[in-house]
């Protein structure tokens, strides 16, 4: 089993800068992928950005020039940079980790609100 910690979300206004934290603890060796997810009200979660531990990313379309995910293994540890943020971003965001598109492990979600 991981366990994730989340930090960093909160209230920023419209184009600001948010960074979130992920930090894994527990069975490391059994996952190899590690991203960010969000729920926003009435809506499913959807995938914005994934890592892998040799350092291949994947993300949105809709975050793709304004996030950034990376990750320091040496910590277990993955970071969401997020510029020029929109009220669409508005969210609650989640740490998953996994093997490839499976997610086994879920963080306990971070609120990201960015008013207008």
């Known amino acids: 089993q991981v366990q994730l910690v989340e930090s960093g979300g909160g209230l920023v206004q419209a184009g600001g800068s948010l960074r979130l934290s992920c930090a894994a603890s527990?069975?490391?060796?059994?996952?190899?992928?590690m991203g960010w997810y969000r729920q926003a009200p009435g809506k499913q979660r959807e995938l914005v950005a994934t890592?892998?531990?040799?350092?291949?990313?994947n993300s949105a379309d809709s975050v793709k020039g304004r996030f950034s995910i990376f990750r320091d293994n040496a910590k277990n540890t993955v970071y969401l940079q997020m510029n020029g943020l929109k009220p669409e971003d508005t969210a609650v965001y989640y740490c998953?980790?996994?093997?490839?598109?499976?997610?086994?492990?879920w963080g306990q979600g971070t609120q990201v609100t960015v008013s207008s």
């Open positions: 998953g980790a996994g093997r490839g598109l499976r997610v086994d492990s």
């Open positions: 527990g069975r490391i060796a059994s996952i190899n992928t």
């Open positions: 890592v892998t531990s040799s350092g291949n990313t």
